[in-house]
């Protein structure tokens, strides 16, 4: 599996565009740092945009379960063609922009003897999207990241697994090898064939959000303001003249920065604070500070809610209606161990590497029971992450969801209220009682397909959040932003993470549209062609650092911060 970094010495990745009137620069507030905020936050900040974004975490990107990068969309049999065809670009995108975060790996999926589904179904959508990736190729081949086209998938009956078990690899490298390893774990007397094999990797979400965070921090114009907490949002009546006062520390020395910005038609003022009970310098690099529990405010040109599960609530405030749905989703982190494995040391990232290449672990693929979504039988997920651990979601209402877990919005309310008790397990943590029951359920669930599964262990840790979904449809997977030239304002509501950038695109064409910035060619080539500015100083080892760094933080197990197959550069 040949698969290559979509970075660029090209000489566009070192522009660093400015804004189109250096005296008067576009400043724009991003309320929410999620996959989509920090990536329109991203994008913006390489147009020269003084951008803000807002978190109220201490690291951005520490939501919902994501694990997978839906380059095809096949994990969901129930969504159109078109959007299995929207969600293979996008995440081709986002990987582009991300190539740290990812682990290169397929995904077997099968399909049980008692489930309706036949895995020929499958075919005629899986052909389709190898000729969409052969024509991005074709287009541009720096998008041939997933491996050679006519390798995007592969089925496997029963004889051609029962011949590639016959030899055993440890570190596999071919699909063939991944498929096999798979098959010598799963019980095959219980699947119906062929098994289908397809190229969508893992996406981790410790090194996705370190990607963003070194990706922001690279950028001067870009605001990042951690362990804050959005209070109110007002209209400003009329031009203003702002002076906004932070604080900036680096790796050499804290200095003050008090920048004074005449704005010619500031839109909205964000008032926020920074929570008192959080150490804002959460990362590495420089932050901007505020004193906790101290109320401030900043007016800005234009206003981008990307507040995930919560967008409603700032839709409250700007008084924009708007149909949605929330669903409590969780999934669970579990420990399958084996003999002679090594072990991370939580503060060396380099034994970190060196655990991953020589754990004498089997690793696996990605494994994708299917069954009908809500019933006892629902989809099992098993991912794999280095040294034995593995994230399962089970789609059934004992596992990853939950019989009053999906509301929706009502006639006066933008905001979807979620039972409190899953806002207790969001914003203060789950009852170890509940967390260890259901993830005991999920590893039953997971060894009905897997035997040997059955003695793996919980680890007292799981993935959950609230997920957004725009309309009144529950299957939705596809969906990016919402725009409202007139009030100044766009909401993002991206069901999966790889609508971000689709997202970003959308909102800056529709800034250019209102004038608020002028068309820069030469950026927007460097957009097409992924030639991000952060790539190009930026490390694996660096994006190792800070993932592992996050891991901690949020009391998950050093490993999951690491990749066993990472792009190769």
């Not at 069901?495 to 970003?504: I, W």
Request: glycine share 4%; hydrophobic share 35%; net charge negative.
């Amino acid at each position: 599996m040949q698969n290559h970094i979509g970075a660029s010495h090209d000489p566009l990745a070192s522009i660093s565009p400015t804004a189109p009137s250096a005296s008067i620069p576009l400043k724009v507030g991003i309320i929410g740092g999620g996959v989509a905020g920090s990536t329109i936050a991203i994008r913006l900040a390489a147009l020269g945009v003084q951008t803000y974004l807002f978190e109220t975490k201490a690291s951005l990107i520490d939501g919902p379960p994501m694990c997978h990068l839906h380059a095809g969309g096949n994990l969901y049999r129930e969504i159109p063609d078109a959007d299995c065809v929207a969600l293979l670009k996008q995440s081709i995108d986002m990987l582009r922009m991300y190539p740290h975060s990812i682990d290169v790996r397929p995904t077997v999926i099968a399909i049980p003897k008692r489930d309706d589904g036949n895995p020929n179904d499958l075919l005629s959508r899986l052909q389709l999207l190898t000729a969409e990736y052969q024509a991005m190729i074709t287009a541009d081949p720096a998008n041939k990241v997933l491996g050679e086209p006519e390798e995007y998938y592969r089925l496997y009956d029963r004889q051609r697994l029962e011949q590639l078990m016959a030899s055993e690899t440890l570190t596999p490298k071919s699909m063939d090898q991944w498929v096999a390893a798979a098959a010598r774990q799963l019980d095959l007397n219980k699947l119906k064939f062929p098994i289908v094999a397809v190229n969508e990797y893992g996406w981790n979400i410790f090194r996705l959000a370190a990607s963003a965070q070194t990706a922001l921090n690279y950028y001067p114009n870009a605001h990042l303001l951690l362990n804050t907490q959005v209070v109110d949002v007002t209209e400003v009546a009329s031009t203003a003249q702002v002076q906004v006062a932070h604080n900036r520390s680096d790796q050499d020395e804290p200095k003050t920065a008090v920048d004074e910005i005449t704005h010619r038609n500031a839109r909205w003022e964000i008032h926020y604070h920074t929570l008192e009970h959080c150490d804002q310098h959460s990362s590495d690099h420089p932050l901007d500070n505020t004193e906790p529990n101290q109320q401030h405010s900043i007016q800005v040109d234009y206003l981008i809610n990307a507040c995930g599960f919560r967008t409603g609530i700032i839709d409250n405030m700007l008084g924009v209606p708007a149909q949605r749905m929330v669903e409590f989703k969780a999934s669970y982190v579990t420990h399958w161990p084996q003999p002679n494995t090594d072990t991370y040391e939580s503060d060396a990232v380099d034994n970190l590497a060196h655990c991953i290449g020589s754990s004498s672990h089997t690793h696996l693929p990605e494994i994708i029971i299917h069954g009908k979504r809500g019933t006892p039988h629902g989809m099992v997920q098993l991912t794999p992450y280095p040294e034995g651990y593995y994230q399962i979601h089970s789609m059934n209402k004992a596992v990853t969801l939950f019989n009053d877990g999906l509301v929706a919005t009502t006639d006066n309310d933008a905001q979807p209220e979620l039972e409190p008790k899953y806002l207790d397990f969001i914003d203060e943590g789950w009852n170890p009682n509940t967390l260890h029951e259901r993830s005991q359920r999920a590893i039953d669930q997971v060894s009905e397909f897997v035997p040997q599964f059955a003695t793996a262990k919980p680890t007292e840790n799981a993935l959950y959040g609230g997920q957004q979904i725009p309309g009144d449809n529950d299957t939705l997977r596809v969906a990016d932003v919402s725009l409202y030239p007139e009030l100044a304002y766009a909401r993002a509501e991206n069901v999966k993470a790889s609508s971000a950038l689709e997202a970003s695109d959308d909102i800056v064409a529709q800034l250019i549209a209102q004038g608020l910035i002028q068309p820069q060619p030469e950026c927007e080539l460097a957009r097409q062609q992924h030639h991000w500015s952060y790539l190009a100083p930026t490390q694996k080892q660096d994006i190792d650092r800070l993932a592992l760094k996050f891991a901690k933080m949020r009391a998950f197990p050093p490993a999951m911060s690491g990749v066993v197959t990472p792009l190769s550069p």
